[in-house]
């Protein structure tokens, strides 16, 4: 007898959780026995270092309401989801949670409920965060600063923790954009979409897999897949350090026709120099990033490779699953 196919797929991915990861079941667990329609937890292994993805396949195995997706590495956090997304058979919703619970699972009703009055997309915001002082900062400065500049509306202090119609979930995939910035994806697609605000919690356990240069990259996702304004910096920087020369070089002749003389020293020629310089590498960095997205996405690799699939106590192997 075939499995009736899910209503809502809850999509997690993880890499390294072994410390949490039977928290985390337990939470889901509880998820599933009370909601009155059938749910599916995916649960990506992002090519994990320790035994999460051991875990992963015995719950999968014995549990049919749990799905393993083992990744062959790690290919990163936004991957990893867009991994999940694309081996959801939810008829109606996918949830896309983080697997260190700061994103509980249990607002997945208050979400669904908000989906049944019409909406496609129902987003969480954080109204409160639990980390350090300057990692709150960043995030406050980087969202504000998101929203200025991209050509579409990331809500404020929003993130990948949302639930969506499986109709805005299938367009995403068909996206094969290599430099994934999924929220940004999320708002791309428009349809109806609203926020609700949640108190984001500590870590249940262990460090964030999220590091500095990890954190960087995404930011950069998020700016140069969504805004045209650094190549127009590259030349308002040009026409103001054009502007900047005709000024100075005016300011020489008016004082060497008038005063008879013209500023000298080696210190303004150097301060110049290096001001100059300085606005050409900035330039040539900017459509650096532009040029390394375009030579990513030209290169035609899939965004993934599942070494296997466990669902339905079946174990399902690949060497070539991509996507």
């Known amino acids: ?26 939470r889901l667990n509880k998820v599933i026995e009370k909601a009155d329609f059938p749910i599916e937890v995916i649960l990506v292994d992002d090519g994990s270092s320790d035994n999460t993805a051991t875990l992963i396949r015995a719950l999968s195995l014995g549990n049919p309401h749990f799905k393993g997706v083992l990744l062959s590495r790690n290919f990163g956090h936004q991957v990893a989801v867009s991994a999940g997304i694309a081996n959801s058979t939810a008829t109606k919703a996918l949830l896309i949670i983080d697997g260190d619970l700061q994103d509980p699972p249990e607002l997945l009703f208050q979400f669904y409920s908000k989906l049944k009055e019409g909406y496609d997309v129902v987003y969480a915001i954080r109204k409160k965060r639990k980390e350090k002082f300057i990692k709150r900062l960043s995030y406050y400065f980087f969202y504000r600063l998101q929203q200025k500049i991209t050509n579409i509306n990331v809500q404020i202090d929003s993130g990948d923790f949302c639930i969506m119609s499986a109709r805005v979930a299938g367009i995403i995939m068909k996206m094969p954009e290599q430099s994934r910035y999924l929220r940004g994806l999320r708002s791309w697609v428009g ?37 045209e304004l650094p190549v127009k910096f590259i030349t308002s920087l040009g026409l103001y350090s054009i502007l900047l020369g005709l000024i100075y070089l005016s300011y ?68 070539d699953t991509t996507a």
């Open 252 to 319: 020489s002749v008016y004082r060497k026709y008038v005063y008879h003389d013209a500023p000298k020293g080696f210190a303004g020629l150097l301060s110049a120099i290096i001001m100059f310089s300085g606005a050409q590498l900035l330039s040539i960095g900017i459509l650096g990033e532009y040029i390394i997205r375009i030579f990513m996405q030209s290169k035609g690799r899939p965004l993934y490779v599942i070494s296997e699939i466990i669902e339905n106590c079946e174990l399902k192997k690949s060497n």
């Open 191 to 227: 349809f109806k979409q609203v926020g609700i605000e949640y108190e984001r919690e500590e870590r249940a356990s262990g460090n964030s897999k999220y590091s500095f240069k990890m954190l960087l990259k995404l930011a950069y996702n998020g700016i140069f897949n969504f805004s």
């Open 1 to 26: 007898m075939q499995k009736a196919l899910p209503e809502i797929s809850i999509v997690v991915p993880l890499f390294n959780e072994a410390s949490l990861f039977n928290l985390l079941i337990e």
